[in-house]
Each structure stands twice: as structure tokens, then as C-alpha cells.
T-cell receptor, first 115, second 113 residues
Framework: GAVVSQHPSWVICKSGTSVKIECRSL??????MFWYRQFPKQSLMLMAT?????????EQGVEKDKFLINHASLTLSTLTVTSAHPEDSSFYIC???????????FGSGTRLTVV | GDSVTQMEGPVTLSEEAFLTINCTYT??????LFWYVQYPGEGLQLLLK?????DKGSNKGFEATYRKETTSFHLEKGSVQVSDSAVYFC????????????FGKGTTLSVSS
């Protein structure tokens, strides 16, 4: 079945540094990739939608200059948290769409801790 | 806008008990409906789905029926196991290319032996 590989699974970084999270679709072409953020014991909040070769569409309230999304190929999308601060600590999950309304495959998530 | 409402947790059950987690939705058109499960520290796994009214999704003993008349997609399992302890998310999509899933808030299930 469809697999999305997300790396790293966890990362600890110092405040002010940047962190890049990668999501790769291993056996299908992910035309659209979604990035979510999940706070402890809460639901998934959609941050942005990225389509291969075009700029990402960010949800209201999400800073596009802080959360840089690149979807340069049909198998790779990246989320870079720039100048990270402790309040950016969260669980970030990517999801790839493969078919209209039919299939969404999630990465295993990245636990980001900013100290 | 489109939304999903699911029952607040946590739900605490003994092994072999019957499980119901309620989910209702609001959507324009005819959405596809999903249940996802999240184990501690992991991403989401698709549990089951239904794409049209009266469809029943089933997997690993879990079932949910797409009820258009009540706009519901309740999750049920006849006999839960300790290994079913996880967070369960109800979700929908409006069947347009490039549209993200809309999630409910999640329900934590804890099963004790």
C-alpha cells in the first residue's frame, strides 16, 4: 500500500535555529501534501496544503515565513520551521493525497522540542 | 463550513466491552467519511472509511455506517481489547481533488484488562 516516510521522527533544537522535516511518498506520486500540527491531547490542525511545483496555501493564522513549505517533486515535500521558539514545540504530521476523496496516507509524525 | 463533531473522551472500558464512539458531521454535498486511529507517539492510521450513504466501513472488528439521514458515522466494536487503547479521530473530506481531511477533536479510548 501507499507509504509516506517522514523524518526525523523526533528532534530537539535550540531556540533560534531552524529545523527541516521531510516527507517522502515511497510508492506513489503525491500531487498534494498536507501539513498538520497537533498539540498534546488535541486534534490535528491543518497548517498548509502544498501542490507539486507551486506555492503552498496556508491556513489562516499560520505564518508562511515561519513555516516554509517546499514541494519540489511529486515524491518529496518539506516543512522548515525557521527561527524556532519553544512555542513551536509540537507534533507535526504530513499527509499525502492519492486520489480524489479516496486516499490519504499519513507520515509517522515528527516530535519537535525547542529548548 | 464543513465540520466533524465527536464525543468527548476519555472513554474507559473493560476488555470485551462494547464500544461506541459517536461522530456527526456537517458538510455541503456528499462527503467521504473516515475513522483514523492514533497510537501514542505515532502518526495516524486509517481504520475504515465509507464514501457514500449507507456504506459500511469495517476493519479489525470495528464498524461504522454512513447515515445520511442523521449525518452520522458512529464507530462500534463488539468486544474491545487492551490493544485497542488509542485516540480515534472521525474525519471527512468533500471529495474534491486537493482537499484536506477535516478532523474531529479525537476520542481517547482506554481499555483495561
Amino acid at each position: 500500500g501507499a507509504v509516506v516516510s517522514q523524518h526525523p521522527s523526533w528532534v530537539i533544537c535550540k531556540s533560534g535555529t531552524s529545523v527541516k522535516i521531510e516527507c517522502r511518498s515511497l510508492d506513489f506520486q503525491a500531487t498534494t501534501m498536507f501539513w498538520y500540527r497537533q498539540f498534546p491531547k488535541q486534534s490535528l490542525m491543518l497548517m498548509a496544503t502544498s501542490n507539486e511545483g507551486s506555492k503552498a496555501t496556508y491556513e489562516q493564522g499560520v505564518e508562511k515565513d515561519k513555516f516554509l513549505i517546499n514541494h519540489a517533486s511529486l515524491t518529496l515535500s518539506t516543512l522548515t520551521v525557521t527561527s524556532a521558539h519553544p512555542e513551536d514545540s509540537s507534533f507535526y504530521i504530513c499527509s499525502a493525497s492519492h486520489g480524489t476523496g479516496a486516499g490519504y496516507t499519513f507520515g509517522s509524525g515528527t516530535r519537535l522540542t525547542v529548548v | 463550513g464543513d465540520s466533524v463533531t465527536q464525543m468527548e473522551g476519555p472513554v474507559t472500558l473493560s476488555e470485551e466491552a462494547f464500544l461506541t464512539i459517536n461522530c456527526t458531521y456537517t458538510a455541503t454535498g456528499y462527503p467521504s467519511l473516515f475513522w483514523y486511529v492514533q497510537y501514542p507517539g505515532e502518526g495516524l492510521q486509517l481504520l475504515l472509511k465509507a464514501t457514500k450513504a449507507d456504506d459500511k466501513g469495517s476493519n479489525k472488528g470495528f464498524e461504522a455506517t454512513y447515515r445520511k439521514e442523521t449525518t452520522s458515522f458512529h464507530l462500534e466494536k463488539g468486544s474491545v481489547q487492551v490493544s485497542d487503547s488509542a485516540v480515534y479521530f472521525c474525519a471527512l473530506t468533500v471529495n474534491q481533488a486537493g482537499t484536506a481531511l477535516i478532523f474531529g477533536k479525537g476520542t481517547t479510548l482506554s481499555v483495561s484488562s
